[in-house]
């Protein structure tokens, strides 16, 4: 008897230090950043061949479909607004008064010159919708504890074929990313700067982009203020909203 409660007992601790599955620290990472609708103000410091130019901009996303962005600085980009529905995007220029619509492929191209696709930017997916999680391993980074996530799309059409994913295993953040196409060639890299505590959930704020297939010094993109689960008006996710 006793024989038997002691090989229950070592089970039920082997159980208990299992490492988690993929799928639920993916969860995890979709519980930690999403939110039903959110407001924020960013900048994108982008170091190119020509130099480094700086963008601002505001945002108001609703689910994973809706998004609305408009900016605010330089001067010659001021007043550019950007409308995401689902898959299709509209862009309008304010200096030739025309709205351009940007859909399929399209989206996948750099804004403002950045290492960033109106993808990247526009989307606030939830990931355990898109890919299927498997852990690597365990590997710190940072000097934070951190599992090494193996990511693969469940469907054609997702922007990353697949993903390795450093998730912090006490804040359930990535902190470094590679993203790869179906051809196994690497697209796009992002290093996690800075993680701040903002209502009652850590968001990584400071966000290193690079694109593989630029030779540039990278996009620095960073989040100056955040709110989660506000109420956004209708009218934010309309195309009349552009030429306001």
């Known amino acids: 008897m006793r024989y038997l409660v002691l090989v229950a007992a070592l089970a039920a601790g082997s159980a208990a230090t299992q490492e988690p599955s993929g799928d639920w620290i993916l969860r995890r990472v979709d519980a930690n950043i999403g939110s039903d609708n959110k407001t924020s103000q960013t900048r994108m410091i982008i170091e190119g061949r020509g130099g480094t130019r700086t963008v601002e901009s505001r945002s108001w996303i609703r689910g994973t479909s809706e998004s609305f962005t408009e900016y605010l600085a330089p001067p010659r980009d001021r007043g550019t607004k950007m409308l995401k529905l689902e898959d299709r995007l509209w862009t309008y220029f304010p200096a030739t008064d025309r709205t351009i619509l940007i859909a399929g492929h399209m989206l996948r191209q750099s804004v403002m010159g950045s290492d960033l696709s109106y993808e990247d930017l526009m989307e606030d997916p939830k990931l355990i919708d898109l890919y299927d999680a498997s852990v690597l391993r365990e590997e710190p980074l ?78 620095r993109f960073e989040i100056e203020s955040i709110a989660f689960n506000v109420n956004i008006p209708d009218h934010v996710f309309s195309k009349a909203a552009l030429r306001r």
Do not use: N
Request: aromatic share 8%; glycine share 8%.
């Open 142 to 219: 940072g000097g934070r504890p951190c599992w090494v996530l193996r990511l693969e799309a469940k469907t054609e059409g997702v922007a990353y074929h697949s993903r390795e994913m450093w998730v912090d295993q006490e804040r359930f953040v990535p902190l470094r990313e590679q993203r790869y196409a179906k051809s196994g060639r690497l697209l796009k890299t992002t290093d996690v700067l800075d993680v701040r505590r903002i209502d009652d959930r850590w968001v990584a704020t400071t966000i290193l982009f690079k694109d593989a297939l630029k030779a540039s010094g990278g996009t």
